[in-house]
């Protein structure tokens, strides 16, 4: 039985027993013996010189063991890692030390720690350091920061822009100069893509524990990417790798922000190693608000050039990425090498021209946040093909298939340099447009435009496409493979370790079932274990929507490879020879004469215990599979939501979401169809509800859940789910990946009804009462 | 100072001494090791620190210990009926996939627990505007409404669904 056969069943999850009746262990939960506890003193400024710090009133607080400053780490911990450091980063601009140095550049930039003996006496000592500083103005508006003149974050390079690339556009000029000599139209647009806080529910946090004797790290994080954390940590702070462990406990959500290393796990390392005490800091929200990257934060110009039937010929984007203060390990390559390669969407699009500025300013460093570069990409493309569509007086779901990729010219190279594997765009649209009734709703807003009804009805779509599967070689600095260790014990038990790290995924669900259904044994035979840097393979982790197209491929080829061997010791057992011997319903059987079988747990037996095995074949079954990409895979579908905007009060209300996705093979429905919620939540969060907002002293004014405002179950809609299957030939499981795709495919398909129901061009995200009443009004 | 409370949690009475400033979470948490409750906001916004004190659901992050005197409370590892058997609130969260990562869920069950307790019959939109003080940033909510649905379901058709060992009622 070959994956083929391999049925998307809707398999409850095994991990949820352990978290329904709360016995699952979050980091917060682990409490070892004589643990300290660590608490953060950060900047209240948005840019100051920091003048002195005095911790001498800290220090004499009762309870308290340590306390640390930028001094105590000098030499001694290294700096935040940078993936691909590109233009003034590669020259050291914006690396970032565990804590500040002289200066703060943002508000919550962490200035100093202490160690106390619980965590209300660490903070209450932590109130007691005294720190001067000299504010400084800030740089908080990315397009004022750009300027020249702007106060500045690091003085020596005389610039905020990092990088700013503006190439020769003669060649595309030409093609807008042909386009309208033809009779077609050009039009212009800027969009902001707001900053928006990933907010897991889980925060960050880490214990950290140094055993003096055996000289071994071990810690404990919140991770996405645990391997990554191991090897960082070890280089960071000097120690061999070996001599570091560690462990990804239960994670309660990490949308990206969790990928990164932050200096409070460098910090809490070194104060074990120091103090020969295990140490643990627990992230609070406001923390969380104020110093975990945020994602998004870019202004994009763009310019297009389309026939007078609204095909596209060319689109001219200059990018604006807001870094914030510091450089994380993507901060600088979010929007140029996940968001611009996929700026041309599901749309045929013959000319592409980029142009872009990374800028520094004073606020949190941002960074991955689920889509990551995707959704601001699908934003603009989705957005502009409705402002031809609106230019062009035709209905944009026509100019969408007017311009859309045809199956035929798969494999697709874009314009803007991505190579697509597998699409079929039009089906997933017509699906979804029959499924919300789409010309009944495009009627009824007619007449209710006609009568002056009070609710304005709006109708956006989006028919987006993303990126993932990350990587094949030679797209990222090191390779992005995804490991696999697979043992079948002497009971039968497949015991699987994975380099990949869920955070509420299912993977332990779904990688069970990869092996199970290949195997034809019960699910409950297989068991998946994650998140141990000592006894799991060198892994990638868990992001960018990879873990079963990569991870799961590593599962599936390492399954492969043992079902081998298997066949050759059973082909021995039935003295029979190994080709004809296959495994179905988990027994070895001989073709043509099928009452001659072993079952698999036999084969597991001989295989672990016999000691009269073949010559030619080494006892026991484990390989190790390292499975790297050839190509990325592309998910794709069409999202089409509803809104009634009240002429009013301005308040926008989601009245039908519609969704057709096709992530490829589905292995388990119930769990993909949990993603696609999730996704369409956040992306729907960021069009109606989100933003993180600084003054423009830099102060965070969004610090807690109750100035930023996520999104509440009686705030969202009901979202009415379908899907349309496409497999990728890039992994043998023909999936493509399915955990960005509702964050990137819902933003622009609110944003666009939103603008249709209030009949304008566009309407900048998010979409609050006041601002729409304004629109409405003309205020 | 130091304060002599007595709080029976799960139906086991425990006498403590505390701050004053201690909070509840914290006084579940890191005194009787009862992690099952999270602390997701430290404000009182997100609900997965929601516990039932004296059979109504707090926001245990915003309760001091000392405020527990004398009560009663019932957290997520006191609810199911038995160490076999789940609460219908617990087993239709894991039927409906009314869960991912798993941090806002205990608090989540806790106040579904509430809402159907004066509610047992509640439309889709009574349940959405009946959990506006619990958070989840993964579910976007659908499959948590489900569930709820389906726990009320069963809650209804069996002829009671008992809080366990917690005996909050």
């Known amino acids: 039985m070959g994956i083929a056969a391999l049925v998307g069943s809707p398999v409850k999850r095994r991990e949820d027993p352990r978290l329904i009746t709360g016995q699952a262990t979050y980091v917060d939960d682990i409490k070892l013996a004589s643990m300290l506890h660590m608490s953060v003193l950060r900047s209240p400024y948005g840019h100051a010189h920091i003048n002195s710090i005095d911790t001498t009133a800290a220090r004499q607080h009762p309870g308290v063991v340590a306390v640390y400053t930028a001094e105590d780490l000098k030499g001694i911990v290294g700096s935040i890692p940078v993936a691909v450091p590109v233009g003034h980063i590669a020259e050291g601009m914006g690396v970032r030390g565990p804590l500040a140095e002289g200066k703060v550049r943002f508000y919550g930039d962490p200035v100093a720690v202490v160690i106390a003996s619980d965590r209300y006496v660490a903070r209450d000592a932590r109130d007691l350091i005294e720190v001067d500083y000299e504010p400084l103005p800030a740089a908080v508006d990315v397009e004022k920061a750009m300027q020249p003149g702007a106060p500045l974050l690091y003085e020596d390079f005389g610039t905020n822009v990092v990088l700013s690339s503006h190439p020769d556009s003669a060649d595309i000029d030409a093609v807008f100069a042909r386009t309208v000599a033809d009779g077609g139209f050009t039009l212009k647009a800027r969009f902001v893509n707001q900053r928006l806080a990933p907010m897991p529910m889980e925060t960050r946090g880490v214990v950290a524990q140094f055993n003096k004797a055996d000289k071994k790290l071990t810690v404990w994080s919140s991770s996405q990417i645990p391997h990554l954390l191991r090897n960082l940590l070890a280089s960071q702070l000097g120690l061999p790798q070996h001599q570091v462990h560690v462990i990804v406990p239960e994670v309660g959500g990490g949308f990206g922000c969790k990928l990164n290393v932050y200096p409070e796990e460098l910090v809490a390392s070194f104060a074990t190693m120091k103090l020969g005490r295990p140490v643990k800091w627990i992230e609070d929200r406001s923390e969380n608000m104020a110093a975990t990257i945020h994602g998004r934060d870019q202004v994009d110009y763009v310019d297009v050039a389309a026939t007078k039937e609204g095909k596209i010929a060319a689109v001219k984007i200059h990018g604006i990425s807001d870094l914030g203060s510091y450089s994380q390990i993507f901060t600088d390559v979010i929007m140029i090498a996940f968001g611009f390669p996929v700026s041309c969407g599901s749309y045929d699009i013959p000319n592409m021209h980029f142009s872009f500025d990374l800028v520094f300013t004073n606020k949190v460093p941002t960074d991955a946040y689920r889509g990551a570069g995707r959704p601001e990409a699908t934003y603009l493309i989705e957005r502009v093909i409705d402002l031809v569509a609106r230019e062009a007086s035709k209905d944009p779901a026509d100019v969408r298939k007017l311009n859309f990729i045809q199956p035929d010219q798969f494999p697709y190279k874009s314009a803007a340099g991505a190579v697509y594997d597998t699409g079929d765009y039009e089906p997933a649209l017509d699906k979804a447009m029959g499924m919300i009734g789409y010309q009944e709703l495009r009627a009824e807003q007619a007449r209710r435009r006609a009568s002056g009804d009070k609710k304005l009805l709006g109708l956006g779509i989006s028919s987006y496409i993303e990126i993932c599967g990350f990587g094949p070689k030679g797209t990222a600095p090191v390779g992005l493979y995804e490991s696999a260790r697979m043992r079948v014990e002497q009971s039968g038990t497949v015991m699987v370790y994975t380099g990949a790290s869920p955070h509420g995924q299912g993977e332990e669900t779904t990688f069970a079932q990869i092996v199970a259904e290949d195997y034809g044994i019960p699910l409950e035979q297989v068991v998946i274990l994650h998140g141990d840097t000592d006894s799991t393979p060198e892994g990638r982790g868990t992001y960018g929507s990879r873990t079963t197209a990569v991870g799961g491929s590593a599962v599936y080829t390492a399954a492969q490879r043992l079902k081998e061997k298997m066949k050759q010791i059973a082909s021995h057992m039935l003295e029979a020879s190994v080709d004809d011997i296959a495994l179905e319903d988990g027994k070895f059987s001989v073709s043509g004469s099928p009452q001659k079988s072993v079952t698999f747990n036999e084969v597991a037996l001989t295989a672990n215990l016999s000691n009269t095995l073949h010559p030619s074949i080494e006892p026991g079954l484990e390989t190790t599979v390292f499975w790297e990409p050839q190509a990325c895979v592309f998910p794709f579908g069409t999202h089409i939501c509803a809104v009634e905007v009240d002429r009013d009060t301005g308040e926008a209300k989601i009245v039908r979401y519609v969704a057709v996705d096709d992530c490829g093979r589905q292995l388990n429905p119930l769990i993909i169809e949990g993603q696609v919620h999730g996704g369409i939540a956040q992306g729907v969060g960021q069009a109606m509800f989100e933003g993180v907002e600084y003054g423009e002293d830099g102060q965070l004014l969004t610090a807690s859940l109750m100035d930023y405002a996520m999104p509440y179950a009686h705030e969202l809609p009901h979202y009415e789910l379908s899907s349309t299957i496409t497999l990728t030939p890039v992994n043998p499981l023909g999936v493509k990946g399915v955990g960005e795709a509702g964050t990137i495919g819902s933003t622009p398909a609110v944003a666009s009804a939103v603008a249709d129901a209030l009949n304008v061009a566009h309407v900048d995200m998010p979409f609050k009462p006041e601002k729409l009443w304004k629109v409405i009004h003309q205020q | ?169």
């Open chain 2, 1 to 169: 100072m130091k304060r002599e409370i007595t709080v029976t949690v799960n139906g086991q009475q425990h006498r403590s001494e505390v701050e004053p400033r201690l909070l509840l979470v914290h006084y579940l948490r890191e005194v009787l090791d009862l992690t099952g409750t999270h602390v997701g906001c430290d404000t009182s916004q997100c609900g997965a620190c929601t516990v039932l004190l004296n059979g109504e659901s707090v926001k245990s992050c915003t309760v001091l210990a000392v405020q527990a005197d004398g009560g009663a409370v019932t957290t997520i590892e006191g609810l199911a009926p038995s160490e076999e058997k789940l609460h219908p609130i617990q087993a239709s969260f894991w039927e409906k996939h009314g869960l991912q990562c798993g941090f806002c869920t205990p608090g989540m069950i806790m106040a579904s627990y509430q809402l159907l307790k004066t509610n047992p019959d509640p439309t889709e939109a009574e349940i959405r505007k009946g959990l506006e003080g619990n958070i989840c940033r993964c579910t976007g909510y659908q499959n948590i409404v489900l569930a709820v649905q389906h726990a009320a379901e069963e809650m209804r058709t069996t002829t009671s669904a008992p809080v366990g060992a917690g005996g909050a009622e």
